[in-house]
């Protein structure tokens, strides 16, 4: 084999397949990115056996053949070659003996034969959905924070996406908090509901480049979700199971309701947050009244007090909050002004629109008068 590629696609390339690249394994050979140019085209693929990540890579073949090359080793080396536009040869014998050459850098290492390498499955299209990569990434954006990364219950590692007729549905939760969003697709599809890893979703928001024009097909398997856009496929094992009842953790019932400017609450809150340590557990107090929005947080460190003005309807109230909670969800709403719907001090609080387009959920903390 023996391939040349301008030094810039090529880094590309390896970027974008190493987020699929196993690091604890006990099979070498998933540590490795396979180089396929088999036919007309140049493909890299990293796979792990859970996700999967094949990219197309514009480059000269010069002759044909596949490697697979340890990665993290291939990606150092290229990353250090100097010039963005230079010129990179990667050529290997029948002993995989490989030696890539740019400028007058030559380096010499041992790759694995390519046969050897687990491709991604092959993944029916007859179950799919079309929408645009920003559409996707802003989804992403909005509900990935609320997973879980403890693995003890797997189903909060991951998102419930559900499609009925053109709504897309998207939920995530840890425990603590929920986030769903839902979009309006273009058109409209058979039912589907699927449990999504986190981190899947996590890589392909780093890949995709967010561009409105620019679409991604999305096809489902009982046990397989394939994204394709660009020159990229990305193939995930689904997490088994039935996802919790959303439905019934869900209330359009309150007693109070508090419309603020998202801004303003959400830097008090930061404010606040300054005198919090990392493992602090010191709740945000908010008394709500007729007068306004009362922001109270009391730690070791000191005390901090602010007001804000809001609208309120209903009974006046006081509940407690871990900050970081509330600032994660504000952070990503783009509304100017934002609506929470409350019942009393041990129920959650629900951050929504009108539409229902999302719905942010919010255990309250309990808090003692020392921290008032």
């Known amino acids: 084999m023996k391939l040349s590629f301008n030094k810039d696609n090529l880094m590309n390339g390896i970027n974008i397949v190493l987020k699929a690249v196993s690091s604890k394994t006990t099979m070498p050979i998933l540590e490795c990115i396979l180089i396929d140019a088999t036919s007309n085209e ?111 219950n797997k189903m909060m590692t991951g998102e419930l996406i559900e499609v009925n007729d053109n709504i897309l549905k998207v939920v995530s939760l840890d425990g603590h908090r929920m986030s769903i969003r839902k979009v309006i697709l273009k058109d409209q599809y058979h039912d589907i509901k699927v449990i999504v890893p986190g981190k899947t979703l996590g890589e392909i928001s780093k890949i995709l480049n967010g561009d409105n024009e620019s679409e991604v097909l999305i096809f489902f398997t009982s046990n397989h979700i394939m994204f394709e856009f660009d020159d990229t496929v990305v193939v995930s094992r689904l997490i088994e199971g039935e996802y919790f009842r959303i439905n019934q953790m869900l209330s359009s019932d309150y007693d109070t309701k508090v419309t603020v400017n998202r801004r303003e609450f959400m830097d008090s809150i930061e404010r606040a947050s300054i005198l919090i340590r990392e493992n602090d557990k010191k709740p945000i107090i908010i008394n709500i009244t007729d007068e306004g929005m009362e922001l109270k947080l009391n730690s070791a460190f000191g005390t901090m007090n602010a007001e804000i003005n809001i609208t309120k309807f209903g009974k006046d109230l006081m509940i407690g909050f871990n900050p970081k909670f509330l600032v994660d969800a504000l952070r990503i709403i783009d509304d100017e002004e934002v609506t929470l719907y409350m019942m009393n001090p041990k129920s959650p609080c629900f951050i929504k629109d009108e539409e229902e387009n999302y719905i942010y959920l919010i255990l309250p903390v309990n808090f003692n008068a020392a921290s008032i």
């Open 42 to 152: 140049i493909k890299l693929t990293g796979n792990d056996m859970e996700l999967g990540i094949e990219t197309k890579v514009e480059g000269m073949i010069l002759e044909r053949g596949k490697i697979a090359l340890d990665a993290k080793l291939l990606s150092d080396i290229i990353r250090k070659l100097s010039g963005d536009e230079s010129l990179i040869t990667i050529e290997s014998d029948e002993k995989f003996n490989t030696v890539i050459t740019c400028e007058k850098s030559v380096f010499k290492i041992q790759g694995k034969d390519g046969e050897e390498f687990s491709y991604i499955p092959h993944i029916e299209r007859d179950n799919y959905i079309c929408l645009s990569q920003f559409t996707l990434k802003e989804v992403i954006r909005q509900t990935l924070f609320s997973t879980s990364p403890n693995d003890s």
